[in-house]
């Protein structure tokens, strides 16, 4: 069936290093692909997404390139932040049917 | 303009109670999605209503049900509870019709049943 994969956590690096982290799919069809953060004690904020292949959405210094040949949506910022630490949820949209379907989250620790 | 709210924040209730959470979308938004937190299952998508009328279902079993007011406030209940129904309950909101780039989300209400 559909599903998201993320690499799992938690993923701790030191301020100002780079970070990826990886995201694969499973789905019939062209999802839209999504990336989200949740900060301590917030709800989910939408971070950046992309409707087709090759399309790279990005925000706030993260980025993310919509891999068709390989089913990937990779999250990468070159320089991270203390306030970067965050469980960040990979997602897609099934466009048939309008579902979501979101990873499981990797929680990122940025230590300064 | 003040953002979607959730309520209560924190519940404990115990095996085969019910109970309900409620959403109040960001004011003008019509569409109200609910989904559930769990560290096993991660995020998952239980429902999306818009005006007063359910749009789609996650895979749900009947246990989990909702409705939406005139007002587009949404209520989500869930009966006979199990311990696996523990879990952060988020809501979000929407202008129209949920396309996720235009969803709002609220901080969750927190249950957790013994």
């Known amino acids: 069936g559909d599903s998201v994969t993320q690499m799992e956590g938690p993923v701790t690096l030191s301020e100002e290093a780079f970070l990826t982290i990886n995201c694969t799919y499973t789905a019939t069809g062209y999802p839209s692909l999504f990336w989200y953060v949740q900060y301590p004690g917030e709800g989910l904020q939408l971070l950046l997404k992309?409707?087709?292949?090759?399309d790279k959405g990005s925000n706030k210094g993260f980025e993310a390139t919509y891999r068709k040949e390989t089913t990937s949506f990779h999250l990468e910022k070159g320089s991270v932040q203390v306030s970067d630490s965050a469980v960040y949820f990979c997602?897609?949209?099934?466009?048939?049917?309008?579902?979501?379907?979101f990873g499981k989250g990797t929680r990122l620790h940025i230590l300064p | 303009k003040a953002g979607v709210t959730q309520t209560p924040r924190y519940l404990i209730k115990t095996r085969g109670q019910q109970v309900t959470l409620s959403c109040s979308p960001i004011?003008?938004?019509?569409?109200v999605s609910w989904y559930q937190q769990t560290p096993g299952q991660g995020l998952q998508f239980l429902f999306e209503?818009?005006?007063?009328?359910?749009?789609n279902k996650g895979n749900f079993p009947g246990r989990f049900s909702g409705r939406q007011f005139s007002n587009s406030r949404s209520e989500m209940n869930v009966s006979t509870l199990e311990l696996g129904d523990s879990a952060l309950y988020l809501c979000?909101?929407?202008?129209?019709?949920?396309?996720?780039?235009?969803?709002?989300f609220g901080p969750g209400t927190r249950l957790t049943v013994l």
């Open positions: 992309a409707t087709k292949a090759d």
């Open positions: 979000a909101s929407s202008l129209i019709e949920r396309t996720t780039d235009t969803q709002y």
């Open positions: 004011s003008g938004h019509r569409s």
């Open positions: 209503y818009f005006s007063e009328t359910q749009r």
């Open positions: 997602a897609l949209i099934l466009n048939r049917d309008d579902k979501i379907i």
